[in-house]
């Protein structure tokens, strides 16, 4: 009955948060994305991985065994989110058709910022009276290179919630393959605790190239 709770708790306390976040999206509108034609990347800063507990609103932190910490454990399993969804998304903009490049040039600057799914701060595996699952958050702008106006917003959770945003948010749920029982599980494979979080990386990818498409 606990897990029940918990469970319940933890949906009502992020569908909550995610109401007052203040998230969403603001479309590209055409006039607007008829004078864009390259797109400088910035962002994607490489985030701090936890493991992290939940009963209702109580959290704690929870380390694997081994005496790596969690963040340092997906290093050495290979996840580099940050340069992954770079260019993956890089990837799928020229698919649209649009210049890619780093080069203060561009007509348009799209900003990429990690984060945790709300209300937690950090990408992170978390359980709340289940298994480990991974959940985070993605925060994708593009704005104009002279003026820095904000052409297009969206904000994405990747994250196993019942509850759908109703503020434009795009709600990602991840696969049942990545829950894991408890930290020793995540210990004993790390490959598939990283790939828990890259398993995301398609589905945001593939969604901005969608809606930036000309």
Do not use: W
């Not at 708790?9 to 004078?35: F, H, I, K, Y």
């Not at 580099?80 to 969804?85: I, K, R, V």
Request: one cysteine or more; hydrophobic letters at 40%; aromatic letters at 8%.
């Amino acid at each position: 009955m606990h897990s029940v709770y918990t469970r319940a708790g933890a949906l009502v306390l992020a569908a909550a948060a995610l109401g007052l976040c203040g998230c969403g999206s603001t479309r590209l509108e055409a006039q607007d994305a008829a004078n864009v034609h390259a797109i400088q990347l910035t962002g994607f800063a490489e985030p701090h991985y936890r493991l992290q507990g939940r009963f209702v609103l109580k959290t704690y932190n929870v380390e694997p065994k081994g005496g790596d910490s969690f963040s340092d454990a997906m290093a050495k399993a290979g996840l580099h989110l940050g340069a992954e969804m770079k260019a993956a998304i890089a990837q799928s903009l020229r698919d649209d058709g649009y210049q890619v490049d780093d080069a203060a040039a561009a007509d348009a600057i799209l900003e990429v910022e990690f984060g945790g799914a709300p209300p937690n701060s950090d990408p992170m595996y978390e359980a709340a009276g289940a298994g480990f699952k991974p959940e985070y958050s993605v925060n994708v702008r593009l704005r104009d290179a002279r003026t820095k106006k904000s052409l297009f917003h969206q904000f994405y959770v990747y994250r196993d919630n019942s509850i759908s945003p109703i503020d434009g948010t795009i709600l990602l749920k991840p696969d049942a393959q990545y829950e894991f029982q408890n930290a020793d599980a995540i210990a004993a494979d790390p490959k598939r605790a990283a790939d828990g979080f890259r398993a995301a990386i398609p589905l945001v990818a593939g969604s901005v190239g969608t809606l930036l498409k000309h």
